[in-house]
Structures are given as structure tokens and as C-alpha cells.
Nanobody, 126 residues
Framework: VQLQASGGGLVQAGDSLRLSCTAS????????MGWFRQAPGKEREFVAG????????DYTDSVKGRFSISRDNAKNTVYLQMNNLKPEDTAVYYC????????????????????WGQGTQVTVSS
């Protein structure tokens, strides 16, 4: 089972991108979801998370106020809206699903997640 992440690209500082995460074999509303990123030479880090109902969100400090995670259950898709992008946001972005069936919990540790997408590259030029 794999998630499919898309929507990355090359943009300028201040631009916006919306990443999408879909799955053909999972009903994503049943999972807590997360977005992580990994820049060259760095550890993978948590970016944003969305719990199962109730939909609680959490963000790493560096993206608060600029990024927003959401889900569209009808489309079985989770989004990461990224506004006012900065060069330091440049990384490969991964979506992930966590299957513990916990309600209202956002998981910020990548080891908790069970399913991963292949990653989508986001490059922000200054």
C-alpha cells in the first residue's frame, strides 16, 4: 500500500503551492495524516499533521501561519496548502498515514506512521 503525493514544483519565494496526497487502497478519512519533509543533508522532519475526527491540526513552528493541512473525504485526498514559501522550505515532501485509529491525536514522529508516499520535490528560489 502506498500513498501518492503530487503538486511539487519550482517556485519563487513568496509563491504558493498545494500538495495533494491520495491513496487507491486506503480510505484516508480513517487515518491520522501527516506531511514530512527532508532537505538535502538533513533529517526528515514533521511539517503538519491532521488527526482523525475531530480534525485537530498541528504544525512545526517554522510553517505556522503559512501552511495549512486539510482533507477532502469525497476525493479521498489530503492537502498541504503552502503559502509565502521561503527558500528554507525547499525539500522533498512526503505524506504519511497512521493507522492506530486514535481519535483526535496528531502524530509528529515519523516512526508512528504506517504508510508513506513517494515524495514530491518542492524547490523555492530566492
Amino acid at each position: 500500500v502506498q500513498l501518492q503525493a503530487s503538486g511539487g514544483g519550482l517556485v519563487q519565494a513568496g509563491d504558493s503551492l498545494r500538495l495533494s496526497c491520495t491513496a487507491s487502497e486506503l480510505t484516508l478519512e480513517r487515518y491520522a495524516m501527516g506531511w514530512f519533509r527532508q532537505a538535502p543533508g538533513k533529517e526528515r522532519e514533521f511539517v503538519a499533521g491532521l488527526s482523525r475526527r475531530p480534525s485537530i491540526t498541528d504544525y512545526t513552528d517554522s510553517v505556522k501561519g503559512r501552511f495549512s493541512i486539510s482533507r477532502d473525504n469525497a476525493k479521498n485526498t489530503v492537502y498541504l496548502q503552502m503559502n509565502n514559501l521561503k527558500p528554507e522550505d525547499t525539500a522533498v515532501y512526503y505524506c504519511a498515514a497512521e493507522s492506530s485509529l486514535s481519535w483526535g491525536v496528531v502524530f509528529t514522529t515519523d516512526a508512528r506512521y504506517d504508510y508513506w508516499g513517494q515524495g514530491t520535490q518542492v524547490t523555492v528560489s530566492s
